[in-house]
């Protein structure tokens, strides 16, 4: 479709509170499943929640409060785990506290897993739906107050314990689909790169050394590779035990954020563009890239690709 044709993508619904913008995609659908993200709606300022059907269709808002981030379906595909701004009673400086919020798909009932003064983020959840994982910015009572570290809590809010504990930044934690392990970012070897631990935070070791800032790492849903983001805009997969680096993707503008399909054979993920970012999905070789249709949303980030079934 030319860009002629998807700049004809209008505001076409608006009901019971939720926002529909029209898809103009091929209407193929090769993965049924939907792309939660995060976007910044028409006439809007800061960042909402959105869900889309990767191969054509209207977009469908899921939250409605400014700042929310970072979406995390969970495995059954009925809830989305993501970021809220908590700023009411913050005492971190800039007000820069954020909880992990649950809501369900249909976006009608969310409530709060964690508390405190920090700034939580980064969620994903445990492939039994249990537990979520998340990255957590410390408090200044913390003697590691400008790290941050990752933090695992029960989905019903309870049972919060730390996984990492400095040095560095420990960030963007994955967890395996086997439940045994979990990926995430470290500056703890001194750059950003992937390491990997077991579920209950031991047996933490450096996966990567590619001398570039990784961002971003994704299980493949067999659990035999991982994609992540590499410093200088390139997609990339490694094999779970570290071999087999290969790149997906050379853009001139820079990609990153990868999302793997439940079927393992297509990625979603972010592409940066002198005119702005679009959300964009390939097959898990690196071939057939495409632009997924968003409508008139902007600065789309955090895809999660949700479980097979998921609406």
């Given at each position: 479709?030319?860009h002629?044709?998807r700049?004809?993508?209008?505001?076409?619904?608006l009901?019971?509170?939720v926002?529909?913008l029209?898809g103009?995609?091929s209407?193929?659908a090769?993965?049924a499943?939907?792309?939660a993200?995060?976007?910044i709606?028409?006439?809007?300022?800061?960042?909402?929640?959105?869900?889309?059907?990767?191969?054509?269709?209207?977009?469908?808002e899921?939250?409605?409060?400014?700042?929310d981030?970072?979406?995390?379906?969970?495995?059954d595909?009925?809830?989305?785990?993501?970021?809220?701004?908590?700023?009411?009673?913050?005492?971190?400086?800039h007000?820069d506290c954020?909880?992990?919020?649950v809501?369900?798909?249909d976006?009608?009932?969310?409530?709060?897993?964690t508390a405190?003064v920090?700034?939580?983020?980064?969620p994903?959840?445990s492939?039994?739906g249990r537990?979520?994982?998340?990255?957590?910015?410390q408090?200044d009572?913390?003697?590691f107050?400008?790290?941050?570290?990752?933090?695992?809590?029960?989905?019903?809010?309870?049972?919060?314990r730390?996984?990492?504990?400095?040095?560095?930044?420990?960030?963007?934690?994955?967890?395996?689909?086997?439940?045994?392990r979990?990926?995430?970012?470290?500056?703890?070897?001194?750059?950003?790169?992937v390491?990997?631990?077991?579920?209950?935070g031991?047996?933490?070791?450096?996966?990567?050394?590619?001398?570039?800032p990784?961002?971003?790492?994704?299980?493949?849903p067999?659990?035999?590779?991982?994609?992540?983001?590499?410093?200088?805009?390139?997609?990339?997969v490694?094999?779970?035990?570290?071999?087999?680096?290969?790149?997906?993707t050379?853009?001139?503008?820079?990609?990153g954020?990868?999302?793997?399909?439940?079927?393992?054979?297509?990625?979603?993920?972010?592409?940066?563009?002198?005119?702005g970012?679009s959300?964009?999905?390939?097959r898990?070789?690196?071939?057939?890239?495409?632009?997924?249709?968003?409508?008139e949303?902007?600065?789309?980030?955090?895809?999660d690709?949700?479980p097979?079934?998921?609406?």
């Amino acid at each position: 479709m030319g860009h002629l044709a998807r700049a004809a993508c209008v505001l076409t619904a608006l009901f019971a509170g939720v926002l529909v913008l029209s898809g103009c995609g091929s209407g193929a659908a090769e993965d049924a499943a939907p792309i939660a993200f995060t976007g910044i709606p028409p006439g809007g300022t800061d960042r909402h929640v959105f869900v889309v059907d990767p191969d054509g269709g209207p977009v469908r808002e899921l939250t409605v409060v400014d700042g929310d981030s970072d979406p995390s379906w969970s495995p059954d595909g009925t809830r989305v785990a993501f970021r809220r701004w908590a700023r009411k009673g913050c005492r971190r400086p800039h007000q820069d506290c954020a909880q992990i919020v649950v809501v369900d798909a249909d976006g009608k009932r969310s409530r709060t897993l964690t508390a405190g003064v920090h700034h939580s983020l980064q969620p994903d959840w445990s492939p039994d739906g249990r537990r979520v994982v998340f990255a957590r910015w410390q408090d200044d009572a913390n003697p590691f107050a400008n790290s941050m570290d990752i933090y695992v809590v029960n989905a019903d809010g309870t049972g919060l314990r730390l996984l990492t504990r400095g040095p560095g930044d420990d960030a963007s934690p994955a967890w395996s689909p086997d439940g045994k392990r979990i990926a995430f970012i470290s500056t703890r070897s001194g750059s950003y790169d992937v390491h990997v631990m077991r579920a209950d935070g031991s047996d933490l070791h450096r996966l990567t050394r590619t001398g570039k800032p990784a961002t971003a790492p994704a299980w493949s849903p067999d659990g035999n590779q991982i994609a992540f983001g590499s410093g200088d805009g390139e997609l990339v997969v490694v094999n779970a035990d570290g071999t087999g680096l290969r790149t997906l993707t050379r853009s001139f503008s820079g990609d990153g954020q990868p999302t793997w399909s439940a079927d393992g054979e297509r990625i979603g993920f972010v592409r940066q563009g002198i005119f702005g970012d679009s959300l964009y999905v390939m097959r898990e070789d690196g071939s057939a890239a495409h632009r997924v249709d968003i409508g008139e949303i902007t600065q789309p980030s955090d895809p999660d690709w949700a479980p097979v079934g998921a609406d």
